[in-house]
DNA sequence: ACTATATAGTTCGGTATCAAACCAAAGGAG
DNA sequence: CTCCTTTGGTTTGATACCGAACTATATAGT
């Protein structure tokens, strides 16, 4: 039987792992959500409120590192809900700028409220210590994928 | 504005990342694969070649950790692909048995001939040392969040 | 034995995601 | 100015995933 390489196989292991805690964490605190608010539609009304500037769906699609179509979908959802607005850019055609409605600040104030304390219990799966010490390892990891997709 | 507490943010980072390499490495491990191969569909037939035993829907599920269903679904597309079968189990008129077929063998031979090199060139991003130190970790994390859904 | 509960598996409706194909507008090279 | 390439956005088709509802079988409690 053939097998991976000690190396391979660690490789293996460690993005198996990040792709089960992603997918447990994120139906965890979709559940937590209000609104039925999703986590991709949740993490664009948090950018949009913590990120001052303007943003349009290609630099959000770039920022969270999903295609232009994946966006699309996201954004189209959220302005069923009413929680932003897209218009037209004045200066560029092609280009449109994503704005957060009034609903859309309440709606990210509620999620955040109602996810807060979620988020904290997993404080007893994990010291913050050891919290700090894998961040700088995985955003490493993070912008090599990027970097070479 | 409303913020999250500074572990609160830490923890909301590291999901984050998670989120993002799980993501990104789901979808550089597909683009490698054979056979339009997924990596959920590779997965099980690793599984079933790596880990002697019988395999029900019920226990790749739950060792895959995700629902019944998306197993049902996985593993209907297996089925029609004619990398493995599903038996009845003689001794349990509700369970089937999850069966490896000689193709199924050969295309995870392939599969994994043709994503190895792929994984190798991760060793870039991260080495051998920061890959095990995290490891430990982000398991713990894994089975607190399985443990507590 | 009968009933209640738990477990195995499927199905359904909805969202996220990708890749690929597409259109329209912008920018650069001649 | 015209052609070519790049960039912004949408659409389509496929897969994975969840939660919830459902059927059928098994097991436990009384």
Redesign the interface.
Known sequence: ?????P??Q????????????????????ERMLPHGLT?AQF?VLNHL??LEGDWSPARLAAA???TKGTMTSTLQRLVAKGLISLEPDPSDGRAKHVKLTEAGGVAR?AA??AA?PS????????S?A??????P??????????K??
């Open positions: 039987m053939k097998t991976l390489t190396k391979q660690a490789l293996f292991t460690l993005l198996n792992e990040i792709g089960i805690i992603s997918q447990l964490s994120s139906a965890r605190f986590v993490s409120v913590r969270f590192q999903v104030e955040l409220a807060g988020l904290g219990e997993l404080n007893a799966a994990l913050p050891e919290i700090d010490a894998l961040i390892s995985l955003q490493k990891l993070r912008i090599w994928l990027d070479h997709r």
